[in-house]
């Protein structure tokens, strides 16, 4: 899972095209990327003065350069030119796995503090700490990047504090989310290519976090990973106390 650096120099480039929402990359001079949504008709000022707002960065400062041929940029404005593509361009993306990851592997407990500690990090610390913290968040993401996409959800959606932490980091939303959501929904395309995200692991999965599977086979099957992943927000319960992890 991708973290954070950044630097003068901004590129975007559209990634998927989406009715709704455009889902675009931010690859940051260096190699580093980040994931954003821009509405259809969000400007290019709209995108400078986020950036400028969450990276610290003036808009006089940004270099931005606008790439993909899915889209194009008229008068500040985004237009959908009617292309059918599933993959604009990756850059420096994280790699896929070599090898498909193994559902049945049960995660070990440095696996389990890794997913913690990426959780809570980009819960609850500021952009200038995960900046300090970018050598250690890259290594645990790294560290993990062999578990599979539901194995890693089942570790989030079973622990009371990680279920809060996710919340906290999709309702803070921006770039952060961004990026912790566009690096989970590439391995759940990896492993949805390879016929790695069998019925039988989705039953198991909603069995062990405590939903109806009924609830997330429709996201799942049309690969829809953003709803899939919001939907586990918003539908797995929380239990006891867990006002206690608020962050």
Not at 35 to 42: A, I, K, L, R, T
Request: glycine share 6%.
């Amino acid at each position: 899972m991708k973290m954070f650096k950044w630097s003068i120099a901004l590129f975007v480039c559209v990634m998927f095209q989406q009715i709704q929402a455009i889902d675009v990359m931010v690859e940051v001079a260096g190699g580093y990327e980040v994931f954003m949504e821009m509405e259809p008709d969000e400007t290019l000022l709209n995108l400078q003065e986020q950036i400028a707002l969450e990276l610290n960065l003036p808009i006089d400062e940004q270099t931005v350069i606008v790439k993909g041929s899915a889209y194009t940029l008229e008068e500040g404005v985004w237009y959908d030119q009617g292309y059918e593509i599933t993959e604009a361009r990756r850059g420096n993306s994280r790699k896929a796995t070599s090898e498909p990851r193994n559902y049945q592997a049960k995660l070990a407990p440095k696996e389990k503090k890794d997913i913690s500690f990426i959780v809570t990090s980009l819960a609850s610390k500021s952009y200038a700490s995960l900046l300090m913290l970018k050598p250690s968040l890259d290594a645990a993401g790294e560290r993990i990047n062999h578990v599979h996409p539901l194995r890693f959800l089942m570790a989030i959606f079973t622990d009371e504090e990680l279920k809060v932490g996710i919340r906290k980091i999709h309702s803070n939303g921006g770039m952060i989310w961004g990026d912790f959501s566009g690096g989970l929904k590439e391995s759940l395309a990896e492993e949805a290519q390879r016929g790695n995200l069998t019925d039988a692991c989705v039953k198991d999965f909603a069995k062990q976090i405590g939903i109806d599977s009924a609830i997330i086979f429709p996201a799942i099957r049309n690969q829809k990973w953003n709803d899939f992943i919001v939907t586990l927000i918003k539908k797995v319960p929380r239990k006891g106390d867990s006002d206690r992890y608020d962050m």
